[in-house]
């Protein structure tokens, strides 16, 4: 079995104290585990989940700042605009357009007001992380990672190989003549 380069994330964030003692003991509450866990930096994340997790956690974070904005200003914009609407709806239909009169056209704007601020919100949060995820993954591509070989960045797999060239010593000295001093070995 192999060993992982990076240690346990328990062991990084608790500094490496294998003592259970000193570890920080949950007060009963049902929230005390989110302060920890929220206050895990994102450089620390991406070195212990690698770049696929740190990205989907990142999306994830993403989804739950779209969610909390649009909540937020539907609640101040749309249910007040929707409650006092006046056409007799009950239940969750009060809620809703279905309480607005057709002939109210200052509160028929009102959701399109919002979807276009919505729409806005959400191209601007994608972009945002549009930019981060480029400016991580340009510098993966370019430095690579501690998991990953060097040499990997540079394989190339090649397919329909001639007959003549179907021995790993025929490619290497077929692909040496090509890039002189560029090949580290080929393998068929």
Known sequence: STTSP???LADILFKQDKNLSDRPRLKGHVLD?????LGVPWTLI????????YFFLRYIRMNVRI??????WFFLLLVPTYVTGNNGAIG???????????????RMWMPVLFMYLFSA???FVVKQEYKH????????????????LPQNRY??????????????RALFDYFEKLFPGKIHSACV
């Open 155 to 168: 394989s190339l797999m090649v397919e329909s190989i001639p007959l003549e060239l179907r021995s790993d």
């Open 121 to 123: 919100f959400v191209i």
């Open 67 to 72: 969610t909390a904005v649009s909540a937020f």
């Open 6 to 8: 990076l240690p346990p």
């Open 33 to 37: 585990w989110l302060q920890p866990v």
């Open 46 to 53: 991406r070195k212990v989940a690698g770049l696929d997790g």
């Open 133 to 148: 995820y480029l400016e991580l993954r340009q510098d993966f591509l370019a430095r690579g990672s501690a998991h990953v």
């Open 92 to 106: 969750w239909y009060h809620l809703s357009a279905a309480n607005v009169k057709a002939n109210d056209s200052w």
